[in-house]
């Protein structure tokens, strides 16, 4: 397991913007997939997006069109861009991380609040 620290949570309006971000060791960057997952208030914890390696990017389809997720190489930081956000966007975002061969993430974040507002 690896240690992610994820920065970046607030409180926005309904159609604002935020950027999550989530730094990993660098010894594991370029082996690891990271993504992103989120856990809304009597809600189970679901994808939102991966594309830790940058070889593919894929999103879930409730946020596809409006986030972005991209990668730092020198800062080793994975970023979530999430522009037009919606108060159903509201939840506990969490970065995760797993090995490339791997099925399932086995690292993960300490979460951070996203809160948007209508």
């Known amino acids: 397991q690896v240690t992610l620290v994820e920065s970046g949570g607030g409180l926005v309006q309904a159609g604002g913007s935020l950027r999550l971000s989530c730094a990993a060791p660098?010894?594991?960057?370029?082996?690891?997939?990271i993504g992103w997952f989120r856990q809304a208030p009597g809600k189970e914890r679901e994808f939102v997006a991966t594309g830790g390696t940058g070889r593919y990017t894929h999103y879930a389809d409730s946020v596809n069109g409006r986030f972005t997720i991209s990668r730092d190489n020198a800062k080793t930081t994975v970023y979530l861009q999430m522009n037009s956000l919606k108060p159903e966007d509201t939840a506990v975002y969490y970065c995760a991380a797993k090995p490339i061969m791997l099925t399932q993430y086995n690292s993960w974040g300490q979460g951070t609040q996203v809160t948007v507002s209508s």
């Open positions: 660098a010894r594991v960057f370029s082996t690891y997939d």
